[in-house]
């Protein structure tokens, strides 16, 4: 399973970012998909989940009510719409593909190559 993330970048505190994850093999709706993050010198931690058929999402509390997962499973992509964003937000994000675990982890198959979200304040 192959997962190619993009749309990080530099936003000042309060902006938007959106993050995508394109899995183009066959299996894409098999997996829940979710974006784990880390920070520098910190380890990394779960952000948000979507289970295959894209009828549960899962959060953690830090991100709530200001983040978003999707899923569109014609495009084989997921996507985390990322809104009111804040500097400890700033982290590398990580794409991945694997199985929900309770309502905060995921157990991880699969991981894309990173991308970097950095929030001035």
């Known amino acids: 399973v192959q997962l190619q993330a993009s749309g990080g970048g530099l936003v000042q505190a309060g902006g938007s970012l959106r993050l995508s994850c394109a899995s183009p093999?066959?299996?894409?709706?098999?997996?829940?998909m979710g974006w784990l993050r880390q920070a520098p010198g910190k380890e990394r931690e779960f952000v948000a989940a979507?289970?295959?058929?894209?009828?549960?999402?899962y959060y953690a509390d830090s991100v709530k009510g200001r983040f978003t997962i999707s899923r569109d499973n014609a495009r084989k992509t997921v996507y985390l719409q990322m809104n009111s964003l804040k500097p400890e937000d700033t982290a590398v994000y990580y794409c991945?593909?694997?199985?929900?675990?309770?309502?905060?982890?995921?157990?991880?198959?699969?991981w894309g190559q990173g991308t970097q979200v950095t929030v001035s304040s």
């Open positions: 093999g066959r299996t894409f709706t098999t997996y829940a």
């Open positions: 979507i289970s295959g058929s894209g009828g549960s999402t």
């Open positions: 991945a593909a694997g199985l929900v675990r309770g309502a905060q982890a995921m157990g991880v198959d699969y």
